[in-house]
């Protein structure tokens, strides 16, 4: 089923363009965003909503992360995402106005199912979005939106994080409009945005062979911070996730923010860090911070590896290596920037002689509390 490729992880990244292509398939008509998974949920019922509630873990955890930025933005609604595990056990304030939306790929993770059913038992609407057909976490929801990825066999959950982020930015869009809060040309700029993403992963893939060369050199590492900002953040958590479990080598990721708060200790000569830098287009002037940033951990020695947009020239003087992303709005930029991230641990995991696809100690659904 690898389909020549030589792992599963492998085959699975490489579908990205098709996982989002097919999440937004059929759910933009005439340029609105249609989704008939949400019938149950009137207008009226979504104009009412007061706050959302995302609860899932892991990589699922960071596209909700992501996802915040962006219904925040566009639906003018509070989100927070909490981790299923945390949720459950804090008697967490449940009020009629808040949904609770659920990411899970498999559909089956215990601590979100438990999650979703004590949301359901205080009288929270729920919403799932996953990727297994007539899993256990919709079944228990009031609504579900599927992504379409098709099946992810490898533990590292890759294409199933893009096509989650996608159906939760539809999800916001309809919101958005449902709510009046985005002016309709705003919104068809945001669909057609979400529109050109697969185009755009397939150029981003098509650096991998250079990320594989960093990666190879690099197999000696020991540790790895990532840095980002904003949406940019969430990204750089999921770069470390992906390289602790699949290369098993110690890795944070942090807000670039916080780096005087604590986290610029650790930079040392030699350290790499990868930075995910926001585009120099975006609205807040994050660009010049970041770039700040950069300029800080490589005055003590650090080792950058930038992210950082076609064009964005700020970033050379002061990066070792620079890794291009097509441009895209800023809030579509993670969509981008995850990809090379997951192609560095993937590679790392194979220069390292390691099971890419079943990494020791871990379960591709954690069907356990
Ligand atoms: O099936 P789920 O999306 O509920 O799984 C959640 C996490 O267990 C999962 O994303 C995990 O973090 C992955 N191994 C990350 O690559």
């Known amino acids: 089923e690898k389909g020549g490729w030589s792992s599963f992880m492998r085959k699975e990244v490489a579908e990205q363009p098709d996982a989002v292509a097919n999440t937004i398939r059929g759910r933009i008509v005439d340029g609105e965003v249609h989704i008939p998974e949400l019938e149950s949920f009137g207008d009226d019922e979504l104009r009412g909503v007061r706050r959302i509630t995302v609860v899932a873990c892991g990589t699922a955890s960071y596209a909700g992360q992501v996802a915040k930025y962006a219904i925040e933005q566009w639906a003018r609604v509070p989100v927070e995402v909490e981790l299923s595990h945390e949720f459950r056990y804090r008697e967490p304030v449940i009020d009629d106005g808040t949904l609770v939306l659920s990411i899970s790929q498999s559909g089956e993770t215990m601590d979100t199912l438990m999650a979703v059913k004590y949301a359901r038992e205080q009288g929270a609407r729920t919403i799932s979005i996953c990727n297994t057909q007539g899993a256990t976490i919709p079944r228990e929801s009031d609504a579900v939106v599927y992504t379409h990825a098709g099946p992810e066999v490898a533990v590292a959950s890759t294409k199933a994080f893009v096509a989650q982020i996608t159906a939760l930015y539809l999800f916001g869009l309809h919101l958005a409009r449902v709510r009046g ?16 993403i697969p185009a755009k992963i397939e150029t981003v893939l098509g650096q991998s062979e250079r990320v594989a060369e960093l990666a190879h050199w690099m197999a000696d590492t020991r540790s790895v911070l990532f840095l980002g900002r904003h949406v940019g953040f969430p990204i750089a958590m999921e770069g470390a996730l992906k390289l602790k479990e699949l290369a098993y080598i110690h890795a944070e990721g942090f807000a670039a923010g916080e780096l005087k708060h604590g986290p610029i200790a650790l930079i040392e000569p030699g350290q790499p860090v990868f930075v995910v830098v926001p585009s120099p287009r975006g609205s807040a002037n994050l660009h010049p911070k970041v770039v700040s940033n950069i300029q800080e951990i490589r005055a003590r020695g650090a080792r950058v590896i930038a992210i950082a947009e076609e064009g964005d020239a700020a970033v050379l003087p002061y990066a070792d290596e620079v890794i291009r992303i097509p441009l895209a709005a800023p809030l579509f930029e993670p969509l981008l920037a995850v990809v090379p991230l997951q192609v560095f641990a993937m590679e790392l995991s194979q220069a390292k002689g390691l099971d890419v696809d079943q990494p020791r100690n871990l379960a591709k659904s954690v069907t356990v509390e």
């Open 181 to 196: 809060t985005l002016a309709p040309e705003a919104l068809a700029d945001a669909l057609a945005e979400l529109q050109a």
